[in-house]
Structures are given as structure tokens and as C-alpha cells.
Nanobody, 121 residues
């Protein structure tokens, strides 16, 4: 069993900041890709920012320059610092991790339960 527990969502005014955190626990040998997706009502779940074991990162064009992803491999955590928030950033944010259970397994995707981020005045 693998659990991803998110925290840090909430209500913020436009231009404000929030920091999301996600901690992975359970039967984990290693984590390859770890990051954040988001989903607004009536829209698909889209990638926001991901980090690959080894340091490479990728951001959605809509958040480049405003959001920063960081990862602590030892603690198995990934954070998303969100600055300059806009109403269109309102969504449920999901933590994601591609996990290997042992040295011989392939990676398996896992999701957190989601945390609501609302940007409104």
C-alpha cells in the first residue's frame, strides 16, 4: 500500500500565495516521477508541475514563472509553491507519484485524495 497525503490548500485572494505539500508513505522502493496535477469542474486533470528523480522538472505553460516545485527524496515529499495566484488557478490539486515497490517492479502511478485551491476576492 502506498499513501500520498496532501496539505496546504485553501482560499486565497488573487495575487496571493499558497504552498502545497505531499508526503508519500508505504511500500516504496523508489519514486520516479512526483508532482502535481489539477482539475477544475468540467475539465480534464492536467499536469501542473512534475519532478523526475534526478532533478529534472517540467511545468505547465500556464504556471511557469509563478509556481515552483521542490522535492525531498529522503523524506519522500514534494511541495508546490504557488505565487501570483489567479482565479483560473482554482481547482482541486492532486499529488502524483510513480512508485516502484521493489528493485524488480515497474513503476505504478498513485494519486493523493486532492486538496482544494480557490482563488477569489
Amino acid at each position: 500500500q502506498v499513501q500520498l497525503v496532501e496539505s496546504g490548500g485553501g482560499l486565497v485572494q488573487p495575487g496571493g500565495s499558497l504552498r502545497l505539500s505531499c508526503a508519500a508513505s508505504g511500500s516504496i522502493w523508489s519514486i520516479h516521477t512526483m508532482g502535481w496535477y489539477r482539475q477544475a469542474p468540467g475539465t480534464p486533470r492536467d499536469m501542473v508541475a512534475i519532478t523526475i528523480n534526478g532533478g529534472a522538472t517540467s511545468y505547465a505553460d500556464a504556471v511557469k514563472g509563478r509556481f515552483t516545485i521542490s522535492r525531498d527524496n529522503a523524506k519522500r515529499t514534494v511541495d508546490l509553491q504557488m505565487d501570483g495566484l489567479k482565479p483560473e488557478d482554482t481547482a482541486v490539486y492532486y499529488c502524483f507519484a510513480n512508485v516502484r515497490y521493489d528493485r524488480n517492479s515497474v513503476t505504478q502511478p498513485h494519486w493523493g485524495q486532492g486538496t482544494q485551491v480557490t482563488v477569489a476576492s
